[in-house]
């Protein structure tokens, strides 16, 4: 099968005790069930370290939230003890995804990893290929995988080459359309399409509402609340607009092609658009444009959250600011 995949993937290396909001905090690891088994048959000190700290198939995280095998250097004591290729699914995937359809494999490196989020802002967003063993992958339309895969070719295109918030007026106005074709059943791309008319911004609306999500740092509503209180400041530079373009580009690349699974594809751009503005908006209204740190943060917050990500794609059809000429009018202001 084909495996696809961004080329800035190929310079991915964990930073490990330099890395300063480490993957081994604060985040509950279910363990697969045939490296729970093998963990079960370590034997001697380190086998009952082991077991002690795993309870119902999970690491039992300290009071500072640290995996207990996440030791005082940053270094974790698996990888260190039994090596690399014992560690459990999650830990040896993380920060990579992947996503199978038929034939084809994708994957890349998450943002809400500090040095993912390095490479994906730095990196040119282009796409490699190459073959790999053959893995197990749900079923789907060959049809409507061509179609979408063609329909991303186009929106990435676009977000390299137009203006930025007009290349997201574009897919807006474009994804609209092609939803309402895919729901009548019609597997056709629509003819080229006039930017998304914009509605009044409602930067306030759009920050309370990402205020009100579920919050895993103390400090992420804080911030939120700092940019809603700001009208703007120094407008993004030509770099800044450079680093949001691929933002965009990484939550068109990593959600659209679902939509071969579930018919969805209108609430994956608009979360690509709403991604680009709210960590744009941030970088202006607290003088952080153009770090890593942000859309780290916001990748986060959000994007590993399962219940805030479905929520904002729920949330799409139903606020009045997240409809597309809602996003439109933010971008207005972007
Ligand atoms: S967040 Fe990324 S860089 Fe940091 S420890 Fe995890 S994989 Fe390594």
Redesign the pocket.
């Known amino acids: 099968m084909i495996y696809r995949y961004p080329e800035y993937c190929e310079k991915f290396r ?3 005790d330099k ?1 300063r ?4 905090i604060g985040w509950e690891i279910d363990i697969d069930p045939e490296t729970l088994v093998y963990y079960g048959s370590i034997g001697g000190g380190f086998g009952e370290r082991l077991r002690r700290g795993i309870s119902g198939g999970a690491f039992v995280l300290g009071e500072d939230e640290r995996c207990p095998f996440l030791n005082s250097k940053g270094l974790c004591d698996i990888y260190t003890e039994l090596g690399e290729e014992h560690l459990c699914r999650i830990c040896s995937d ?2 990579r995804y992947f996503e199978w359809f038929e034939g084809v494999k994708e994957g890349g490196v998450g943002l ?5 989020a390095e490479l994906i802002i730095s990196s040119d967003f282009r796409l490699k290929e190459k073959e790999v063993p053959e893995e197990t992958a749900p079923g789907h339309s060959p049809e409507l995988y061509s179609l979408l895969l063609s329909a991303r070719e186009e929106m990435l295109r676009r977000l390299e080459t137009d203006e930025l918030r007009s290349a997201l007026r574009w897919m807006l106005a474009w994804a609209e359309e092609l939803q309402s074709r895919m729901d009548n059943g019609e597997l056709t791309f629509p003819e080229d399409t006039e930017e998304q008319e914009a509605s009044a911004p409602d930067a306030k609306s759009v920050l309370e509402y990402f205020r009100g999500l579920e919050t895993l740092d103390p400090c992420w509503p804080e911030l939120l609340k700092t940019a809603e209180e700001q009208t703007g400041a120094a407008p993004l530079t030509y770099e800044q607009e450079v680093c949001l373009r691929r933002i965009g580009a990484y939550f068109l690349y990593r959600y659209f092609m679902k939509g071969v699974f579930d018919g969805e594809i209108l609430s994956r751009v608009k979360l690509a658009a709403v991604s680009v503005w709210v960590i744009g908006w941030l970088w202006r209204t607290t003088g952080t444009g153009g770090t890593a740190d942000i859309p780290r943060r916001y990748s986060k917050e959000i994007e590993y959250c399962e219940e805030n990500i479905e929520a904002f794609l729920d949330s799409t059809y139903e606020e009045d600011f997240f409809t597309s000429a809602g996003i439109a009018g933010l971008l207005s202001i972007l």
């Open positions: 964990c930073i490990a890395c909001d480490s993957c081994c993380h920060p809400s990893c500090e040095a993912a």
